[in-house]
């Protein structure tokens, strides 16, 4: 258990709809990383926060957006979905933003979404 | 741009053998990490091992062992005395700065399957 906690596990939407994808960091650790995993793009980062706010930005469509609270736990929120937004989403945390060089990301077990 | 190559799609193994698990890697950075996190069927991504560019030893975490050679830009898992629970995709990452914060990239992965 890597102490990164998901809500929820798995999620069945329809195209156009939105859904708000949870993710609670290890405790102690400031930084939220956000992933997408899909078949053919393989693992790529979204967004970052860090302490509440957003730190770096990756592939993410202007459609997701993301935010973190004070009590440092994220949502990424999917608008206006299409089929190929199914995909595993990952979140994972860190201590610092930018920490040393071997600083690890821990992953939670992720959200599986299915947009029909 | 950093890039971490698998070129292994699929790797079988007999239990209780050991296994490598080919990554290289592509950047002009000096100081760099390198990471292996491991995929089981059910999703999450559990780190494994990390190794670091300064490092002068080889990692090792138990059964796992990171074979560093840094002039052919490569970082093999290897994994000894196999299990069936190790039956997974394997995840060879780098850490790509970005403005005062970081993100991993991350290869196409590699499916291990152990035979009894």
């Known amino acids: 258990d890597s102490g990164v906690t998901q809500t929820p596990k798995h999620l069945i939407t329809a195209t156009g709809q939105r859904v708000t994808l949870r993710c609670s960091p290890r405790?102690?650790?400031?930084?939220v990383y956000w992933y997408q995993q899909s078949l053919d793009q393989g693992l790529q980062f979204l967004i970052q926060?860090?302490?509440?706010?957003?730190?770096a930005k990756g592939n993410i469509l202007e459609r997701f957006s993301a935010q973190q609270f004070p009590d440092l736990h994220s949502e990424l929120n999917l608008s206006s979905l299409e089929l190929g937004d199914s995909a595993l989403y990952f979140c994972?945390?860190?201590?610092?933003?930018?920490?040393?060089?071997?600083?690890?990301?821990?992953f939670g077990p992720g959200t599986r979404l299915l947009v029909l | 741009a950093q890039k971490i190559t698998q070129t292994q799609p699929g790797m079988f193994v007999q239990e209780k053998e050991a296994v490598t698990l080919d990554c290289t890697y592509d950047?002009?950075?000096?100081?760099?990490?390198l990471f292996w996190y491991k995929q089981p069927s059910s999703g999450e991504m559990i780190f494994l091992i990390y190794?670091?560019?300064?490092?002068?030893q080889n990692a090792t975490e138990g059964r796992y062992s990171l074979n560093f050679q840094k002039a052919r830009k490569s970082a093999n898992l290897v994994i000894s005395a196999s299990q069936l629970g190790d039956s997974a995709m394997y995840f060879c990452?780098?850490?790509?700065?970005?403005?005062?914060?970081?993100?991993?990239?991350f290869g196409s992965g590699t499916r291990l399957l152990v035979r009894p």
């Open positions: 994972a945390s860190s201590p610092r933003r930018g920490g040393p060089v071997g600083e690890t990301q821990y």
């Open positions: 405790s102690g650790d400031l930084s």
């Open positions: 926060y860090y302490n509440g706010e957003e730190r």
């Open positions: 950047t002009s950075d000096q100081s760099y990490g």
């Open positions: 190794q670091g560019s300064y490092d002068e």
């Open positions: 990452a780098m850490r790509e700065e970005m403005d005062s914060s970081y993100k991993l990239i």
